[in-house]
Nanobody
Framework: QVQLVESGGGFVQAGGSLRLSCAAS????????MGWFRQAPGKERKFVAA????????YYVDSVKGRFTISRDNDKNTLYLQMNSLKPEDTAVYYC???????????????WGQGTQVTVSS
């Protein structure tokens, strides 16, 4: 079992920044690829970014490339998502997930956090 707890969400104006964190406990964090997904009301959970076990490779959905940065600190068992130049369409609940390898499909992730709300006003 891996327990994941997200934090860092909030309310921000368009153009602002937020940094999300995902703290992991339980089985070894470094054994899992990690991903960030987001879900707007009434919509499906969608891929945002992912990172390999070592952090050597990262992947992003096109809409956040150049604005968001995913990173991890395996010594601190923590995943991050730095979000800059935020837009109203980034408003959603953001979830971190753990998987055996990098996937963009949320169905392949084994563990999830409870989510953190990000709201961007225009």
């Amino acid at each position: 079992q891996v327990q994941l707890v997200e934090s860092g969400g909030g309310f921000v104006q368009a153009g602002g920044s937020l940094r999300l964190s995902c703290a992991a406990s339980g089985r070894s964090f470094s054994n899992y690829a990690m991903g960030w997904f987001r879900q707007a009301p009434g919509k499906e959970r969608k891929f945002v970014a992912a990172i390999t076990l070592s952090g050597g490779s990262t992947y992003y959905v096109d809409s956040v490339k150049g604005r968001f940065t995913i990173s991890r600190d395996n010594d601190k068992n923590t995943l991050y998502l730095q979000m800059n130049s935020l837009k109203p369409e980034d408003t959603a609940v953001y979830y971190c997930g753990a998987a055996r390898q990098v996937y963009s499909d949320y169905e392949y992730y084994d563990y999830w956090g409870q989510g953190t709300q990000v709201t961007v006003s225009s």
